[in-house]
């Protein structure tokens, strides 16, 4: 696929419109004239740097006219400024895509004073990798040929599931953010796994199966969970679980209270 083709521009040049290029090279989309705009200098120009091909704009009434598809890729806090920036040169026909969560649709659609055909996603870091998780909700003036469009850039890289827009918030906490809840412990895993003389290769491939596994195991066994804990006869890190368990639900708790009230 050529995305060049598809008029896709991005405002805001950080982490997840890296993870959203990435991954269409990786699935031999042609990320060729795709455009970029970034408020912050020479941000994109490093961008296109990693990215041959894509091509940075120098203003963000640029990148709004010449776009068809706008993705905002930038964080909460900046949104209403840029809606105000872009509310003139932003017509009927074009979509918007906002990766960011806490704003909606209709406050999207309030900042441009339009009924703009819009959706939101929640980015999933393992899209990078194929494997990714993203849901995402769309606003009544999205037609099927904006529906399908999303779905070509999307499918390829994991699940891609629309869901009510009042649950994006719970998708960002789990799933959005939920990598950063584990990918420290199986890091620890795989450094243990080391020291215990498992060659790299191995060790790698070891945990990545039981990872899965234990996940497969937990959620698709129908075993109740008391059931599935007994499946191993020694529990090494039992004495600990309550306090780390405390920790998750605090920590994870008021994330969500802060993206969907703060």
């Not at 120098?58 to 809606?83: G, M, N, R």
Request: charged share 20%; proline share 6%.
């Amino acid at each position: 696929m050529k995305l060049q083709e598809l008029q896709i521009g991005f405002i805001g040049s950080g982490r997840v419109t890296n993870i959203l290029l990435g991954a269409w090279l990786k699935h031999e989309m042609d990320v060729t004239g795709v455009l970029v705009y970034d408020a912050q200098p020479g941000k994109s120009e490093n961008l296109a740097l990693q990215y041959p091909g894509i091509k940075t704009v120098e203003s963000i009434t640029e990148l709004v006219k010449k776009s068809q598809t706008i993705f905002l890729a930038i964080h909460p806090p900046e949104v209403a400024e840029v809606l105000n920036q872009i509310r003139s040169s932003l017509t009927d026909n074009k979509f918007l895509i906002s990766l960011a969560p806490k704003i909606t649709i209709e406050k999207i659609q309030q900042g441009l004073n339009s009924q703009i055909p819009a959706a939101r996603i929640i980015p999933n870091a393992p899209t990078i990798t194929g494997h990714g998780y993203n849901v995402f909700s769309l606003s009544p003036e999205v037609n099927q040929d904006m529906s399908d469009l999303l779905n070509n850039l999307f499918l390829p890289l994991g699940s891609f599931k629309q869901v009510e827009e009042n649950l994006l918030e719970s998708y960002a906490t789990i799933t959005g953010m939920g990598p950063t809840y584990i990918w420290f412990l199986f890091n620890e895993l795989y450094q243990q796994a080391l020291k215990t003389g498992l060659a790299e290769k191995e060790a790698n491939t070891a945990l990545n199966e039981m990872i899965k596994g234990a996940s497969e195991t937990l959620f698709n066994s129908s075993l109740p969970y008391d059931q599935v804990c007994d499946l191993i006869p020694s529990y090494p890190l039992k004495p600990h679980e309550e306090d780390i368990q405390k920790i998750y639900a605090e920590t994870i708790s008021k994330l969500f209270d802060k993206l969907k009230n703060g």
